[in-house]
């Protein structure tokens, strides 16, 4: 489990580094690179919140193209067989994000995502701690000026077990 978690955090490391190069993206910093939106609410589906989140997300920077965002939001789980929901509960996606771009972003992130008496099957393991550890790596369309918002990604979990498959998840908002 630890080579997974390591391996995890080097992929994280260099696409970080990598993403930070200005000469790999070049973008001038004129006016129009001032985000003048930096709030966001959006529903997400199969992402952090695990089945389905509200969420509220704060831009810290007033430029572009590197930002960083905080997350909060509320969610459910559910264990589904073919007889019915058998467990259910609520969940809390925290996390914070890198991002690089302007109204188009490349999206990396930490985050814990809190889940009181959760027993949920997720790929080839099981959560079944109070919370699990995620990462996020994604893309986002967030206009500097405000509007619409959309995100895809995936989200790994890594829990003190093992670390658990990644899912995708999906999200649409609005940012103002």
Known sequence: MLTKIKRHLFVL?????????????????????????????FGEFFGQGIILSVNYDRLLFDKTPH??????GLGLWANISFGGTEESGVT????????????????????????????????????????????????????????????????FYLTAEEAITGTGGLSFGYTF
């Open 92 to 155: 809390i996606p925290l996390s914070i994000s890198y991002l690089f771009g302007g109204n188009h972003k490349f999206e990396l992130g930490l985050g814990y995502t809190l889940a009181p008496d959760i027993s949920l099957k997720l790929g080839k393991g099981t959560i079944t701690s109070p919370g699990t550890l995620t990462t996020i790596i994604g893309y986002r369309y967030q206009a500097i000026d405000g509007g619409f918002l959309f995100r895809i990604g995936v989200v």
């Open 13 to 41: 490391i260099v696409l970080s580094i990598c993403m930070t190069q200005n000469e790999l993206f070049a973008q001038s910093n004129s006016s129009e690179d001032i985000v003048t939106a930096p709030n966001s609410i």
């Open 67 to 72: 930002n960083i965002a905080l997350r909060a």
